[in-house]
């Protein structure tokens, strides 16, 4: 690991409209962060720490750091700190400088899985800030001024993306898995193309998004291999019974849990729609392989949303569709840069058009989550073609892939307080898009399931 991990300069300071670029590096100039020495004296402190220290130690020192500010071990950290809450910038700055304080150890932690736990002690530490700690007159007015700076800290998108992380490091036996009663956050372990969007933010270093990547690869490899497992040993199941008795078959075969949160009829309807031919003898993906070859010859963009309009009707259910829904959809298709109408259709139109679709069909934006349709789409047409819809949209336009990732952390944001029994039909869709997204662009081997489709 190296000594700095990141905390350098050009990465501590969060993003700033008055940086400049001086010789091919950002300068935030002196009087930009007027606590930038002190910051640094306590990033290096806590990394030198939390290499040689326990996890237990350190989480100790945090509580008396940054809760009590009280009995620190070395002293002299604590005018560094009482400079920094001082601050004029503190307001606005003290949440980021925080917010790294943990990520030192969590980036020094996360690698080794018998201290996951004390990552999510460490997090838990901010939700019993003391209200009634008795403070002499001497240190009051700088105890009550971090405390302050904690509480909104707590309050912070930095605190609320922590929270998130103690989710998706929490490996217990029973993480990750439905329980009705829990809020709906819990299970954002269980899908990888949600982290770059619910656990990343904007003064996110390099080290914290390697951090949320590995976490990413680590999980999305284990539930392809745990699903193709699983649909390999449910077929050859199927297969033993009908020589052998159910007792012989459990035998012989070792069970193999469900990975994911379907009933094994909704996974097998999903797979089956997902991987088998769908539309006219098609996949989803040998249709989309069609449209992009014939698509793209239209004589004109106009043209061309004429064809993705006919080629996006066919995954919407007829009745349903003939009501209002493709009239909705082929007039939102015609107001999509019509300036652009006469032009040829190029990489820049696809994917503004396939965005769009998408803001359309599944969300608009983080300040207005409104998804009418996506709720009228899967209340007509059920969860599995409507994610089959919006797989078309991804598969003529790899491009909005992360695009459509982030449509569902919208949803998913919005939704993470609620109870999971009061958000089913969110988790269904969750989970489909998580096999959707593992068959068609994941390393997923589902060959033998295939011949049976």
């Known amino acids: 690991m190296s000594n700095h991990i990141g905390y350098d300069r050009e990465k501590t300071a969060p993003p700033a409209h008055s940086a400049k670029i001086i010789g091919g590096r950002l300068d935030y100039g002196y009087n930009y962060h007027d606590c930038y020495h002190e910051e640094q004296l306590i990033y290096q402190h806590l990394l030198q720490l939390v290499q040689k220290e326990s996890p237990h130690q350190m989480i100790d020192r945090f509580r008396a750091l940054f809760i009590e500010r009280a009995n620190y071990p070395e002293p002299d950290i604590i005018p560094i700190l009482d400079k920094i809450t001082a601050s004029k910038t503190a307001p606005?700055?003290?949440?980021?400088?925080?917010?790294?304080?943990?990520?030192?150890?969590?980036?020094?932690?996360?690698m080794k899985f018998q201290v996951h736990d004390e990552i999510a002690q460490l997090i838990s530490l901010f939700d019993a800030i003391p209200t009634n700690y008795r403070v002499t007159n001497l240190r009051s007015r700088e105890i009550n001024r971090?405390?302050?700076l904690v509480k909104q800290f707590v309050n912070s998108e930095q605190y609320l993306i922590l929270r998130r992380f103690t989710q998706v490091v929490n490996q217990t036996p029973s993480a990750?898995?439905?329980?009705?009663?829990?809020?709906?956050?819990?299970?954002?372990?269980?899908y990888p193309y949600l982290y770059?969007?619910?656990?990343i933010s904007e003064d996110s270093t390099f080290e914290q998004k390697e951090t949320v990547r590995h976490f990413q690869s680590q999980v999305q490899k284990k539930f392809e291999i745990?699903?193709?497992q699983y649909v390999t040993y449910k077929v050859r199941r199927i297969q033993m019974l009908k020589n052998t008795s159910s007792a012989e078959a459990n035998r012989i075969l070792r069970p193999i849990n469900n990975p994911t949160l379907l009933t094994d009829s909704?996974?097998?309807?999903?797979?089956?729609?997902?991987?088998?031919?769908?539309?006219?003898g098609n996949t989803y993906h040998e249709s989309a392989q069609q449209f992009i070859k014939y698509g793209g010859q239209a004589a004109n963009f106009r043209d061309f949303k004429d064809d993705l309009y006919e080629y996006l009707i066919s995954s919407v259910d007829g009745q349903y569709g003939k009501k209002q829904f493709n009239q909705k959809l082929y007039k939102y298709l015609q107001n999509i840069l019509p300036q652009a109408d006469?032009?040829?259709?190029?990489d820049l139109l696809l994917v503004r058009t396939c965005s769009n679709l998408l803001n359309f069909l599944v969300v608009n934006n983080q300040s207005s989550p409104q998804h009418f349709v996506f709720l009228d789409l899967i209340s007509n047409q059920g969860t599995v073609p409507t994610m089959g819809l919006l797989l078309k949209i991804v598969l003529i336009c790899g491009k909005v892939k992360p695009y459509l990732e982030r449509k569902f952390a919208i949803l998913f944001n919005h939704y993470e307080a609620s109870s999971t029994d009061s958000v089913s039909w969110l988790v269904g869709t969750l989970e489909?898009?998580?096999?959707?997204?593992?068959?068609?662009?994941?390393?997923?081997?589902?060959?033998?399931f295939k011949r049976f489709c």
């Not at 489909?432 to 033998?448: E, H, K, R, T, V």
């Open 226 to 228: 745990d699903l193709s």
């Open 196 to 199: 770059e969007h619910c656990l």
């Open 176 to 190: 990750g898995k439905r329980q009705d009663n829990q809020p709906l956050m819990t299970l954002i372990r269980r």
């Open 92 to 110: 606005e700055e003290f949440k980021f400088f925080l917010n790294r304080c943990c990520h030192i150890l969590i980036n020094c932690w996360h």
């Open 146 to 148: 971090l405390r302050e």
């Open 342 to 346: 006469e032009q040829k259709i190029n």
């Open 266 to 280: 909704e996974l097998y309807t999903t797979l089956r729609h997902f991987v088998g031919k769908v539309e006219h």
């Open 432 to 448: 489909q898009l998580n096999i959707a997204f593992s068959i068609n662009f994941g390393n997923m081997d589902l060959s033998f």
